[in-house]
């Protein structure tokens, strides 16, 4: 691997850690995030039942788009990038891109 690759494949490593740890944040709350009681103006206890549900289920769907895309980054830079498949340099990021282009939203 080049030197260029040497680094890409670290900051890309170092990227990934964000998505990977706010995925299984996601995955593993029990209630939704500070920030989302200060959003809809009141804390989880006053949320009623059936939107609680409706927001876990949310959660836990973001949870799991974040981690598998963490996880798919990860294979294809340990797999393809490594060895230097050009296909995998444009993979790595555009699947990041595609991500968070529908989170951004």
Not at 51 to 56: A, G, S, V
Request: charged share 10%; with cysteine; proline share 8%.
């Amino acid at each position: 691997m080049s030197t260029k690759s040497k680094i890409a494949f670290w900051c890309y490593l170092v990227a990934m850690a964000a998505p990977a740890v706010w995925g299984v944040m996601f995955l593993f709350r029990s209630e939704f995030m500070p920030y989302h009681a200060v959003a809809v103006g009141m804390p989880w206890s006053e949320v009623p039942a059936p939107f609680q549900i409706l927001i876990m289920a949310l959660l836990k769907l973001a949870g799991g788009a974040w981690l598998t895309v963490a996880v798919a980054q990860l294979v294809l830079l340990l797999v393809p990038f490594r060895p230097g498949a050009r296909w995998a340099r444009w993979a790595v990021p555009s699947l990041g891109l595609l991500h968070y282009a529908g989170v951004c939203n």
